[in-house]
């Protein structure tokens, strides 16, 4: 019997599987039966990979009750199988044809297993991921006010501001608590920021949104966190690199915390400092430093071993 790779595209109501290279396609449910019945099915098959494509957040039940179920689950960047897709000229967009595509995908790629995270973890990423849409928020009420003139909508938008940083206060509370209710958390966020340029929130979004760190290599950890950069190019001709894909929210804090660490971490200054001098640009630069940041925090928490300039 050939080993199967399953490919499932989740959409709100249903579950549209596609069983390769058998062929097999059907429908479930996104309920606790549908959940139930996909498991009974997938467990009699002799399974490489149960590939599930991230669909704003749906995926997340499946992919719990999948993993807990002992199958071998993994998660797919769409991205990455929107461009398979294209590869192998498949530009109809329906879910069937969607579900074969990621099949075919984890068979190509065989992407790594990754132990999903905990109730504990998951907790703590829907407080940061929360803390993240209220700034969001604030940011554009914020906006909103310095072009409103009348006296009433700046009212208006000046109360709902004052309840988002109420609610901002009480995230943050929810956040402080669930890193110091557990030792193992406790021990990373002093890991995390004993390096110059890493602060509370670099820290618990980096523990809450990257847990593999510490188990990955260095080029592992760049490309889950979308800072590897990849480079068009075609026969002799060489185009610009670029960065993308990965954890956006994780790249974007490592982004900042790059811009402090410019300034206050003599290593990494020093590495700024040098490219902007050869004529590199300031974003280059900054995104060199974030990701020379997260290989030193990636290598600080797999070491246990705190910051020391050597």
Same mark, same amino acid.
């Given at each position: 019997m050939d080993t199967l790779y399953v490919g499932i595209d989740v959409s709100k109501d249903r579950l549209d599987v596609h069983v390769h290279p058998d062929g097999e396609v059907f429908v479930c449910a996104r309920n606790a039966d549908g959940l139930d019945d996909l498991i009974t099915r997938l467990k009699s098959l002799d399974l490489a990979i149960v590939a599930i494509e991230a669909t704003g957040g749906y995926e997340t039940v499946a992919a719990a009750a999948l993993g807990a179920a002992g199958l071998p689950v993994v998660v797919v960047n769409p991205a990455q199988v929107r461009a398979f897709a294209r590869a192998l000229g498949a530009r109809a967009k329906t879910d069937p044809i969607d579900a074969g595509v990621?099949?075919?995908?984890?068979?190509?790629? @065989?992407?790594?297993?990754?132990?999903?995270?905990?109730?504990?973890?998951?907790?703590?990423?829907?407080? &940061?991921?929360?803390?993240?849409?209220?700034?969001?928020?604030?940011?554009?009420?914020?906006?909103?006010?310095?072009?409103?003139?009348?006296?009433?909508? @700046?009212?208006?938008?000046?109360?709902?501001?004052?309840?988002?940083?109420?609610?901002?206060?009480?995230?943050?509370?929810?956040?402080?608590?669930?890193?110091?209710?557990?030792? &193992?958390?406790?021990?990373?966020?002093d890991l995390l920021k004993s390096v110059p340029g890493v602060g509370d929130v670099t820290a618990r979004t980096i523990i809450a949104e990257l847990p593999e760190i510490g188990r990955l290599n260095r080029r592992e950890i760049a490309s889950l966190a979308g800072l590897a950069p990849y480079t068009q190019q075609s026969g002799k001709w060489r185009g610009k690199?670029?960065?993308?894909?990965?954890r956006s929210s994780v790249r974007a804090c490592l982004f900042m915390a790059a811009m402090v660490a410019c300034r206050h971490n003599p290593v990494l200054r020093l590495i700024y400092q040098r490219m902007t001098a050869e004529g590199k640009p300031k974003k280059v630069a900054i995104i060199a430093v974030a990701r020379k940041l997260l290989v030193i925090l990636n290598s600080i928490i797999r070491t246990k071993t705190p910051w020391k300039i050597a």
């Open positions: 990621i099949a075919r995908f984890a068979e190509a790629i @065989k992407p790594k297993l990754r132990t999903l995270p905990d109730a504990q973890s998951q907790l703590l990423a829907g407080f &940061v991921a929360r803390r993240r849409q209220i700034i969001q928020m604030m940011t554009a009420e914020k906006q909103r006010l310095q072009r409103v003139t009348v006296s009433r909508l @700046k009212r208006s938008l000046t109360r709902l501001i004052k309840a988002l940083e109420k609610e901002l206060a009480i995230v943050d509370q929810d956040i402080d608590d669930a890193v110091r209710s557990s030792p &193992v958390w406790r021990e990373r966020e690199s670029f960065i993308g894909g990965g």
